[in-house]
C-alpha cells in the first residue's frame, strides 16, 4: 500500500507539471478566413479587487455579436461577466495593423471614472478560444494577464486607446489533405495613440496601412476633444503545441521553491516522528508494561502520570455538541480537500473552464455532507446523547459563520457596484443548494451515525471526577496551544505564499501535485504534534484533553491570518480603499477559520485514535 501511494504521488508531482493538457478540453480547429468570436471580462485591479463590468466604462459596443457566454455558478461568485467584445473583425490569417472601432466623446464623469481606475491599475481582460490576453514584459521575459486600462506618470494620465493583438496558430493536417489551425497564443500590445479625426469626413486618418503608435502622440484621459479606439491584429504561425499553450500562464518555472517547500515540510514531518517514535517505542511501552505488571492495589497508588487517569480521561466533554459539530464539518472539509486536489491533480479542473475549481470546491463540500454528520453523530451517541438538532448544528455552525461573513463583505462590495457583488439570484441558489442538498445530507449521515452500536471506551468513568494537580506554567492550555500550531504552519507556510500570491495577485496556481503532498505531510505534522502535546497533558494527570486536543493543531489558523497580515504589508499590494482592505482582511480570516476547523479536526482525530490505543493496552479492574 506504501508504495502505490509513493507512486502515485510521484506521478502527481510529475504529471500535473508536464505540459499536457486537460481531461475533458477539446482543442477548437479553424478555417483560413473563419471569423472568431473575441469576449471581454470583467475588469479587475490586484490593489482593489473590486472588478467592474467592461461596459461600465465609456467603451465602444459590438454591433455584430452582441451575446456573450453564460458564467457558471463559480465564475459568477468570483465576479466574473463575460460579454461580446467590440472587437470583431477577428478572422484567420487576416493581418492588419490598424482599424478603427468607434469614436467616443467622453463626459466629465467618464474622465473622472477612467483616471481613477486607471491610478488604481486596472486590468482589461479579453478572451479569444477560451485563452485570457497576455501582455509580454519585455524586461523581464515573462508574461502579465490582462491590459492595462491606461497609464499615469507625473505629468499626465493616458488611455491605451489602441491593441495589437498577436494570434499565433499551429497548422493541423486533416485526413483530405487541408489544414485547420488551432489557436496556440493570444498576446498583446497595449498603445496610447492620439488619433486624428477628420471632422468633416468623420473619418481617422491616423488610421491606415502606414500606422505606427511608436510615433504619434498619447492620448490624454482628460481630452475634451473625441477618443478614438482602435486594434490591429498579426497573425504568427506556431511550431507551438496546442497541450502546452497554458504554460506561460501557470508559471511552471518556479518548481525548484515547491521542491524546497516540499523538503522543508516534510524534515518537519522526520522530526516529528522521531519524537513520536521515542515515546512510543520506549517510554510509552514501557509505562504500559510496567502497570501490566501491578499486582498490589498499593503500587497502584504510588503510581503517578497518564496511568492515573483512566477513569476520568473518557469523561464527555464540556459543550460536547458543539465539538461534536466542529469535528464533523472539519471530516466533511478534509473529505472536500483531498478530493478536489485529487481530481484537480488529475487534470479535470482546467482554467480554461473559469470558475471550475470553486464550482468543485462547493459542490464537493456539499454532497461529503454524510461524512459530517455520520462523524457528529457518532460521537454524540458515545457521549450518551442521540439529539437530532446536533445533525443541524454541524450543517450549519461553520457554514452558517463562513456565509455570514461573506454575505458582511458582499454588502459593500455591492455598495461599490462591482461585479464582485453576487446577484440575488446567485445568492438564493447558494441558500438553496446549502439547505437542499447539504442539510439532508447530513441528516443522512446522522441516521447511519445513530443507528450503529455506541463506542465503548477502553475504560469506565467515575461519577466524581478526579482533581487535577495544579499544571506548571509550559502545560498551560494556552502556550501548549499556540505552540502546538506552529510546526503545522511551519509544514505549509512557503505553499502558503504561492497560494496568497494566487488569490491576491491575480495568477494562476496549477502545481496542485505539490499541493496534494503538503497537505498530506500538514495531516501527519497535525496528528503527530498534537498526539505528543497530549501525552505530556496526560502524564501531568489532566485529563481535559477533548478540546485541547482540537486546539493545538488548530491554533495553525492563529498563524495563517497572523501571516496574511505579514503578506499585506509586505508583498505589492497596494490597497488604499477601505472595501478593498475589508476584502482582504475578511477573506483571509475565512481561509484562517476554515484551516483552524479542518487542522483542528485532523488532530481531535489523531488524539482520539490515541487516547484509545493505549488505555486498551492497560489492565484496568
Not at 32 to 61: A, E, R, W
Not at 226 to 238: A, L, Q
Amino acid at each position: 500500500m506504501g508504495a502505490v501511494l509513493l507512486l502515485f504521488l510521484i506521478w502527481c508531482l510529475t504529471g500535473c507539471n508536464a505540459s499536457w493538457y486537460f481531461p475533458g478540453a477539446k482543442p477548437k480547429e479553424y478555417e483560413k478566413g473563419q471569423n472568431i468570436p473575441m469576449y471581454v471580462n470583467s475588469m479587475s485591479s490586484v490593489n482593489t479587487h473590486l472588478p467592474f463590468d467592461y461596459y461600465s466604462l465609456p467603451f465602444c459596443k459590438p454591433i455584430k455579436h452582441t451575446k456573450g457566454e453564460r458564467e457558471n455558478l463559480g465564475e459568477i461568485l468570483m465576479g466574473d461577466r463575460i460579454k461580446a467584445s467590440p472587437y470583431e473583425d477577428i478572422v484567420v490569417e487576416d493581418s492588419f495593423k490598424c482599424k478603427v472601432v468607434c469614436t467616443k466623446q467622453l463626459t466629465r464623469s467618464s474622465i473622472g471614472r477612467f483616471e481613477m481606475l486607471i491610478s488604481e491599475e486596472y486590468m482589461m481582460s479579453l478572451l479569444l478560444d477560451g485563452l485570457p490576453v497576455a501582455v509580454r514584459n519585455l524586461d523581464q521575459n515573462s508574461f502579465s494577464i490582462g491590459i492595462p486600462l491606461g497609464n499615469k506618470d507625473s505629468k499626465q494620465v493616458t488611455i491605451n486607446n489602441h491593441l495589437h493583438f498577436t494570434i499565433r496558430y499551429s497548422n493541423v493536417k486533416a485526413f483530405e489533405g487541408t489544414s485547420s489551425k488551432r489557436i496556440v497564443a493570444f498576446t498583446v500590445k497595449p498603445y496610447s495613440v492620439k488619433h486624428q479625426v477628420d471632422p468633416m469626413s468623420n473619418t481617422v486618418s491616423t488610421c491606415d496601412e502606414a500606422f505606427d503608435p511608436v510615433n504619434l502622440l498619447l492620448q490624454p484621459a482628460n481630452s475634451t476633444e473625441p477618443i478614438t479606439f482602435s486594434y490591429g491584429v498579426t497573425w504568427e504561425e506556431s511550431e507551438e503545441k496546442w497541450g502546452s499553450r497554458w504554460d506561460i500562464y501557470l508559471n511552471i518555472a518556479d518548481t525548484e521553491i515547491h521542491w524546497f517547500s516540499i523538503i522543508n515540510s516534510v524534515m518537519i514531518a522526520f522530526f516529528l516522528s522521531g519524537i513520536l517514535a521515542a515515546i512510543m517505542l520506549r517510554t510509552l511501552l514501557r509505562d504500559i508494561a510496567a502497570y501490566n505488571a501491578i499486582e498490589d492495589a498499593d503500587d497502584f497508588h504510588d503510581e503517578t502520570g497518564w496511568k492515573l487517569v483512566h477513569s476520568d480521561v473518557f469523561r464527555p466533554p464540556a459543550n460536547k455538541g458543539l465539538l461534536a459539530c466542529y469535528v464533523g464539518t472539519g471530516v466533511q472539509l478534509l473529505g472536500m480537500c483531498f478530493t478536489v486536489l485529487v481530481v484537480a491533480c488529475l487534470g479535470f479542473l482546467s482554467p480554461a473552464n473559469g470558475g471550475a475549481l470553486f464550482t468543485a470546491i462547493l459542490l464537493f463540500f456539499v454532497f461529503l455532507g454524510v461524512y459530517g454528520g455520520y462523524t457528529s453523530a457518532r460521537l454524540m451517541k458515545m457521549w450518551g446523547e442521540t439529539p437530532w438538532y446536533n445533525a443541524f448544528q454541524t450543517a450549519t455552525v461553520v457554514p452558517g459563520t463562513v456565509f455570514a461573513a461573506f454575505f458582511i463583505i458582499n454588502l459593500f462590495v455591492w455598495r461599490e457596484e462591482s461585479t464582485g457583488a453576487v446577484p440575488f439570484n446567485a445568492m438564493i441558489a447558494v441558500i438553496a443548494i446549502w439547505f437542499c442538498i447539504s442539510l439532508p445530507q447530513v441528516f443522512l449521515g446522522a441516521v447511519f451515525g445513530y443507528r450503529k452500536v455506541a463506542l465503548e471506551p477502553p475504560s469506565r468513568v467515575n461519577q466524581i471526577a478526579r482533581f487535577i494537580p495544579e499544571q506548571r506554567w509550559y502545560l498551560q492550555p494556552w502556550f501548549t496551544i499556540m505552540c502546538g500550531g506552529v510546526l503545522p504552519f511551519g509544514a505549509v507556510f512557503i505553499e502558503l505564499f504561492f497560494i496568497l500570491t494566487s488569490i491576491w495577485l491575480h495568477r494562476y496556481y496549477y502545481v496542485f501535485g505539490f499541493l496534494l503532498l503538503v497537505f498530506i505531510i500538514l495531516c501527519i505534522t497535525c496528528a503527530e504534534i498534537t498526539i505528543v502535546m497530549c501525552y505530556f497533558q496526560l502524564c501531568a494527570e489532566d485529563y481535559h484533553w477533548w478540546w485541547r486536543s482540537f486546539f493545538t493543531s488548530g491554533s495553525s489558523g492563529i498563524y495563517v491570518f497572523l501571516y496574511s497580515i505579514f503578506y499585506f504589508f509586505t508583498s505589492s499590494l497596494k490597497m488604499t480603499r477601505f472595501t478593498a482592505v475589508l476584502i482582504f482582511f475578511g477573506y483571509m480570516l475565512v481561509i484562517s477559520y476554515i484551516f483552524f476547523v479542518i487542522t483542528g479536526t485532523i488532530g481531535f482525530v489523531a488524539c482520539f485514535w490515541f487516547v484509545r490505543k493505549i488505555y486498551s493496552s492497560i489492565k484496568v479492574e
